[in-house]
């Protein structure tokens, strides 16, 4: 017995039927020039260090990271974010390796500038990389990060970097008031064209261990685990997060920035309600890391799992992605046109 149809007026999977209509239906895209690919590099010459729990992902030395430079800027990638991995006798209590005018990472900024002009390079403002306790700030007497003679420290370095070239800063440390004094530090040093990317809501995650083997702050904080909880944000706290960015943008930040950010899809939508300026988001390593694990066991589908994480993000409202996934997505997108 022939069944009758039932009476619907609304069929929304009409919409679905066809690969073309699915595409025209389509909301949101992802774009090469929606991402940043951050690179990890070290001093010295030599071949790249693979970083065990980022498959795909090296401490490249600079012969190397202008090739890579030069292969993501050919795929459409318009940005990197650079982080120096700083050998430990360089380092100390105070990270003040950070300030020196002829510290190495401030050459490579130079170097990508001069070599792979049409690439965006943002530097990272923290102390992590530089000092010998694996904290983004300088102890006090007691061992707490001393905030003020941070912000101090940070605001030299992100000009070093902005003379070195660095077109975009990026404060990744949550102390408070170091947007306006990076941008007061900028500005009267005759650097008012160099923007400011704030790590604005950047929450204490336990998913940023790979990317601390990789820069060695692990190493030399001893665990990858470190508790960072007395600036990073408590990740049960949204309303936090908005206090966070409205400082940041009244502050004088150009971009703002949700870190991590598959995590943290509901603070990236708030954050977007909440300011017009552009909003970044960080797919950090332990991300990365969980969905390289997962797909080396046969478990997830490397290529579906990545962009479903990525579109994701864009969806939620973030213009820019941090992701290290960044170069294959940008090559993925230039053979198979938008996703
Ligand atoms: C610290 C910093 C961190 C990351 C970048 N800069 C986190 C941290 O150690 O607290 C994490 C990025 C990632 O996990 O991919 N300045």
């Not at 510290?103 to 390079?121: C, F, K, Q, S, T």
């Not at 508790?227 to 997060?241: G, I, S």
């Not at 990545?306 to 230039?334: C, H, N, P, W």
Request: hydrophobic share 40%; with cysteine.
């Amino acid at each position: 017995m022939s069944q009758q149809p039932l009476p619907l007026i609304r069929r929304p999977r009409r919409n679905r039927l066809f690969p073309s209509l699915r595409d025209m239906v389509q909301e949101t895209w992802l774009r090469p020039s929606d991402f940043i690919q951050p690179l990890f590099v070290r001093a010295g010459t030599g071949d790249p260090e693979p970083i065990a729990s980022m498959p795909g992902q090296f401490r490249w030395t600079l012969d190397g990271l202008l090739h890579q430079a030069e292969d993501l800027c050919a795929s459409g990638v318009r940005g990197i974010a650079l982080f120096p991995q700083v050998a430990a006798d360089l380092k100390d209590t105070q990270g003040s390796y950070s300030s020196r005018d002829e510290a190495w990472p401030l050459r490579v900024i130079e170097a990508i500038r001069r070599e792979v002009p049409d690439l965006l390079v943002i530097a990272d403002v923290a102390l992590d990389p530089y000092t010998s306790h694996g904290h983004d700030g300088i102890l006090d007497a007691s061992g707490h990060v001393d905030n003020d003679q941070t912000v101090h420290a940070l605001s030299r370095l992100a000009v070093l970097q902005a003379q070195a070239g660095a077109q975009i800063v990026a404060p990744s440390d949550m102390m408070d008031g170091r947007i306006l004094a990076i941008r007061k530090a900028l500005d009267s040093n005759a650097l008012s064209s160099t923007g400011v990317m704030a790590y604005s809501a950047k929450f204490a995650s336990s998913y940023y261990g790979p990317f601390r083997d990789a820069v060695g702050s692990a190493t030399a904080a001893g665990t990858c685990y470190l508790d960072k909880r007395t600036y990073q944000l408590n990740p049960a706290n949204a309303r936090e997060a908005l206090v966070e960015t409205m400082l940041d943008e009244q502050e004088g930040a150009d971009i703002l920035m949700v870190k991590p950010a598959g995590l943290y899809l509901d603070i990236i939508a708030r954050v977007r309600q909440s300011t017009l300026l552009p909003l970044a988001a960080y797919q950090i390593s332990g991300e990365y890391a969980q969905i390289h694990a997962a797909a080396e066991r046969g478990w997830l589908d490397l290529e579906k799992a990545r962009d479903e994480s990525l579109i994701a993000i864009k969806r939620a409202g973030a213009d820019i992605i941090l992701t290290y996934f960044a170069g294959d997505v940008a090559k993925m997108l230039q053979t198979k046109g938008f996703r």
